[in-house]
């Protein structure tokens, strides 16, 4: 939102001005200016005290119409007043009454704009911030433009510090709709000459200026520069911290902004601290009934939607929507904004009813002729989808093809928007028709290549919510078309877009350390945007029916010169190459590497709908489950909990077994053995060996009962395993009982206040040692390993214990070439501790910097391994069910990364002696032949019925422990 000087000092600093209430001819409009200021900055702020207000500056106004100029003209007031006016107007809703009155007021008063500047610069950002509203926004932007080209005319010489904040003021403004137009590199540049503007007049620390970095750093967030975004974000927050008072406006914003940006760089964990402590902040300084406060509402439920939090952001929502539309007007972007997110995290619950209600509400309020695709594109795909669950094809038809209609003419519109618009509505059509059907299977491969563009570009992002309620879509087509490959395309970009988050760092480290790598990565990704531009030409000619020769040659010569960077980079920096992920796998490829008795399982409860790929070694199948995502991930959440805090629901155990495993899977699993599953979002965190429901009783009850259960970490594929025998001997290393963090010294920084030292703080290498401390200890992981090492006969062993279980130890020959390596510690989910925002393994803090106790998956995947197995034991991982990221899933690739294969890890902490059994009963099994898989079956079997330890046969001792492959 603009930030605008009080108009008390404004119109009271303004030099030069020969018109001013404070001469002697016009000391009869004083009083009149005094009392409306007054009213506007302390009168009260109710219905009835905002219409005295208004009442207050029309008093203003009609006198100034009475009072002439020597040339007959009336008071420049006359007009002025209109400006104010406006502004009230548009805070109780009146858009239109607002725009009348804003634009008056400023054709009239445009002769005096030298006297005026800051006022004529205010009434300028307000019209073009009520033609956004109303869609209009290349007028907007023509209309600010004009009255920028004449505020530059003025001579700054003898200027007070007003006319740069009002030439800021414009330069906002400008940037903000040339965003709406498309028109980024504008936007940019406004952006930052508006931060000059306001730094040069008042210094770096004044709070306006403070504003202005946080509003470039938005900007450059929405041009998809996260790291610079972050960085100006970051000194926003440290300006703010050192020198604006925490009652100011600026100080809270600063902290929602930087709250924003880490959100959409893959930490949304510090991100939502960060915007619930500006959000503390507004409520404490500038109350709950305020438009600023709704605006906070709005930022943090918009972070629990992206989180996939739907019932946490559903009251924000609503309760966001009710206050914008009472100062803004129901029909302005944030309202409408908030009744689409709202009927999003509705669909995504289970409820398509509640969904089209808030959804049509939201299209409603645009209006039938809006040319605001950003605004349709957040309500259509999701109205489309949710009229057609609840019966409604011809309603959703209408919307489809509305949408498809103002994409098409855009000129704005990308990739991602022309394949979705073409997606949904061959997806609304009536499946009977045989063009509908045709059109289906392609589009949606459109739309899962303008989906991993995305990915590409946006390392490090989650998937937005708009983007999984597309691929929720081509999900679904998948299974009515019983498509396999395209099922497996969609689950892979899945599983690719959440490896990236956890494996991106890795890269921007690799980027800091390389400058030439940096470089060239800027020309792939220059060329990835060349590539995305001439594919929506390619997309919206052939849409429109037109010859798209030109439009392919581009296409053909963009795709050519992006291939060719990226094939040179990876002959040019082999560890660049290296971290990137697999070509996307295939259905024959699954298949070839299966045995006869083995199968894949992938399952993925993605948006509305829960989703399967079953891989036989004789075929495949797409299949949509019947149960919701909502009815899937309450199962597991009741589940998962229950097991964890040595209880068991049984009921959510059956339920959620008969809703992955039907019949009709289970019928093409009769001859399968040995199952490998993929699984996304809560189910990666749970293991499928709680499931319940096959045999009936006694050795069939459990789904571990039924079949060697392993875990892949990704869908590219696996190797295939090489028998172990008795005479193959081993190496181990492991690693236990790791020193214990020291409590930070009294005063340090708390994450849960406002830093003292913000810069520090959020240094990239600065941890929260203080979480770090409060973890609990493991003293029993020492008998733990020194068990795994005396239970077989090893061809050497190395136990780092206590202090020496540091990183530099991980860097050691002994563990670089150990066959068998045991981490008997803590595993952190990314942002589960401030400051740790990738998946890490906590070790004993050292002396160097780079031994800080703390293992992360990007320092993992630059060690040198050549592990069989890496055991993660005692790894206490509940956390990886938070922010959307699978438990294991960022390790398991680094792991893989640094050279080692496979891992067994546990979901939960269990006793010493449960792990210490299982670890040393599965390595016992692997050295007399065993496959991995049956190694750990047969151990947790054998920990069941025959270990004779108390409490071993209760799931919560033996499930936790699973095998990730691939």
């Known amino acids: 939102m603009l930030a605008l000087a009080p108009a008390a000092p404004l119109l009271a600093q303004e030099t030069r001005n020969p018109y001013s209430t404070d001469l002697p001819q016009y000391a009869h409009l004083q009083a009149l200016e005094d009392r409306a200021i007054d009213l506007q900055?302390?009168?009260?702020?109710?219905?009835?005290?905002?219409a005295q207000t208004v009442a207050a500056w029309q008093a203003l106004q009609e006198a100034a119409q009475r009072t002439l100029l020597a040339d007959g003209a009336v008071h420049p007031l006359a007009h002025i007043t209109k400006i104010a006016i406006a502004s009230h107007l548009y805070r109780q809703g009146e858009i239109d009454a607002a725009l009348v009155e804003a634009e008056d007021g400023v054709a009239g008063a445009l002769p005096y704009l030298e006297a005026y500047p800051a006022k004529m610069a205010e009434g300028a950002a307000l019209i073009g911030l009520l033609l956004t509203h109303?869609?209009?926004?290349?007028?907007?932007?023509?209309?600010?433009?004009?009255?920028?080209?004449?505020?530059?005319?003025?001579?700054?010489?003898?200027?007070?510090?007003?006319?740069?904040i009002a030439k800021s003021n414009l330069e906002f403004t400008l940037s903000q709709t040339a965003l709406r137009l498309g028109q980024t590199q504008e936007a940019l540049d406004y952006q930052k000459a508006s931060l000059d503007s306001r730094e040069g007049a008042l210094g770096p620390n004044h709070p306006d200026t403070v504003s202005g970095y946080y509003s470039y750093a938005q900007t450059l967030r929405r041009a998809g520069r996260m790291e610079e975004a972050e960085g100006f974000a970051r000194t926003a927050v440290d300006r703010a911290s050192a020198h604006v008072d925490p009652s100011h406006p600026s100080y809270a914003r600063a902290f929602e902004m930087l709250g924003i940006i880490l959100a959409n760089s893959g930490r949304p964990i510090e991100g939502s601290q960060f915007l619930t402590r500006a959000l503390e902040l507004k409520r404490e300084h500038e109350g709950a009934d305020t438009l600023v406060f709704g605006y906070g509402i709005h930022n943090l439920a918009t972070?629990?939607?992206?989180?996939?939090?739907?019932?946490?952001a559903q009251p924000l929502f609503t309760e966001a929507e009710t206050i914008m539309a009472r100062y803004q007007g129901p029909a302005s972007a944030f309202p409408i904004l908030a009744l689409a997110y709202n009927g999003q995290a509705s669909l995504a619950l289970g409820d398509p009813a509640e969904a089209v209600r808030l959804l049509a509400e939201g299209r409603n309020r645009l209006g039938e002729d809006t040319g605001d695709v950003e605004a349709l594109g957040r309500i259509a795909p999701d109205l489309v989808h949710a009229r057609i669950l609840v019966g409604d094809r011809d309603g959703a038809l209408t919307v489809a093809r509305q949408f498809e209609n103002a994409v098409r003419a855009s000129d704005t519109t990308d990739t991602f928007e022309l394949a979705l618009a073409t997606l949904l509505r061959a997806y609304a059509q009536p499946p009977e028709q045989a063009t509908a059907t045709d059109m289906r299977i392609p589009a949606a491969r459109n739309v899962i290549s303008a989906t991993r563009r995305f990915v590409t570009l946006g390392e490090g992002a989650a998937l937005p919510v708009r983007h999984l309620a597309a691929i929720d879509l081509v999900m679904e087509i998948a299974a009515q078309q019983n498509d396999a490959d395209l099922m497996l395309s969609a689950m892979a970009l899945v599983s690719e877009a959440n490896l990236t988050r956890v494996t991106s760092r890795r890269a921007a480290q690799l980027?800091?350390?390389?400058?030439?790598?940096?470089?060239?990565?800027?020309?792939?990704?220059?060329?990835?945007?060349?590539?995305?531009?001439?594919?929506?030409?390619?997309?919206?000619?052939?849409?429109?029916?037109?010859?798209?020769?030109?439009?392919?040659?581009?296409?053909?010569?963009?795709?050519?010169?992006?291939?060719?960077?990226?094939?040179?980079?990876?002959?040019?920096?082999?560890?660049?190459?290296a971290a990137r992920l697999t070509p996307e796998p295939s259905i024959t490829q699954l298949q070839s590497l299966l045995g006869d008795d083995e199968a894949v399982l992938a399952v993925t409860p993605i948006y509305y709908g829960t989703y399967a790929l079953l891989v036989t070694p004789d075929g495949a199948r797409a299949i949509q489950l019947s149960a919701t995502r909502h009815d899937v991930v309450a199962l597991a959440n009741a589940l998962g909990s229950s097991v964890r805090v040595e209880s068991f629901d049984t009921d959510s155990s059956l339920k959620l077994g008969e809703a992955l495993f039907p019949a009709e899977i289970m019928a093409d699993l009769a001859e399968t053995q040995s199952l490998r599953i993929y699984a996304n979002g809560p189910l990666a965190s749970l293991p499928f060996s709680l499931l319940q429901g096959w045999g009936g009783a006694g050795e069939q009850r459990w789904l571990l009962d039924r079949f060697s259960l392993s875990y892949l970490s990704d869908l590219s594929g696996w190797e295939h395993e090489e028998a172990n025998g008795s005479d193959d001997p081993l190496d181990l290393v492991a690693f236990a009982a790791p020193s214990p963090f020291s409590s930070p010294a009294s005063g340090a920084v708390s994450p849960t206040g406002a830093p003292s030292q913000i810069a520090d703080y959020f240094a990239r290498s600065g941890i929260d040692v203080s979480a770090l401390a409060g973890l609990l200890p493991l003293p029993g992981t020492d008998e733990?390993?020194?068990?795994?090492?005396?239970?077989?006969?090893?061809?050497?062993?190395?136990?780092?214990?206590?202090?020496?279980?540091?990183e530099q130890a991980m860097r050691q020959s002994e563990t670089r070439l150990a066959d068998i390596v045991v981490l008997a510690t803590h595993g952190i989910v990314a942002g589960e501790i401030e400051g740790i925002a990738e998946p890490a393994l906590v070790l004993s803090p050292g002396e160097a910097a780079k031994d800080d106790g703390v293992l992360t998956a990007s320092e993992i995947a630059q060690l040198d391994m050549r592990a069989q197995w890496v055991i993660l034991s005692s790894c206490d991982s509940a956390a990886g069910m938070q922010g959307g990221l699978p438990a294991f899933s960022g390790l398991a690739q680094a792991f893989r990364q640094a050279g080692a294969k496979d891992l067994l890890v546990s979901h939960w902490k269990v006793r010493d002696d449960v792990a210490a059994y299982v670890s040393s009963q599965t390595v016992l099994n692997y050295r007399t032949g065993m496959s991995k898989t049956e190694a750990l079956r047969d151990a947790i079997r054998k920990l069941r019925k025959e270990s004779g330890i108390v409490g071993a046969d209760s799931p919560f001792a033996w499930a936790p422990f699973v095998l990730i492959t691939g």
């Open 41 to 50: 900055a302390n009168g009260p702020q109710d219905a009835e005290g905002k």
């Open 134 to 164: 109303k869609g209009e926004t290349e007028r907007a932007f023509a209309m600010v433009e004009e009255t920028y080209a004449y505020f530059l005319r003025l001579d700054p010489e003898g200027q007070d510090e007003s006319f740069s």
């Open 303 to 312: 972070l629990l939607l992206e989180r996939q939090q739907y019932e946490e």
């Open 511 to 577: 980027q800091a350390d390389n400058p030439d790598l940096a470089a060239a990565l800027r020309d792939l990704e220059e060329a990835s945007q060349r590539l995305d531009r001439a594919d929506s030409a390619l997309l919206l000619a052939l849409a429109q029916g037109e010859d798209a020769k030109a439009q392919r040659q581009e296409f053909g010569q963009a795709k050519s010169a992006s291939e060719a960077i990226e094939q040179a980079l990876q002959q040019r920096f082999p560890q660049w190459a």
């Open 784 to 806: 733990e390993v020194r068990s795994i090492a005396a239970s077989v006969p090893w061809r050497s062993q190395r136990l780092f214990i206590g202090a020496e279980a540091n």
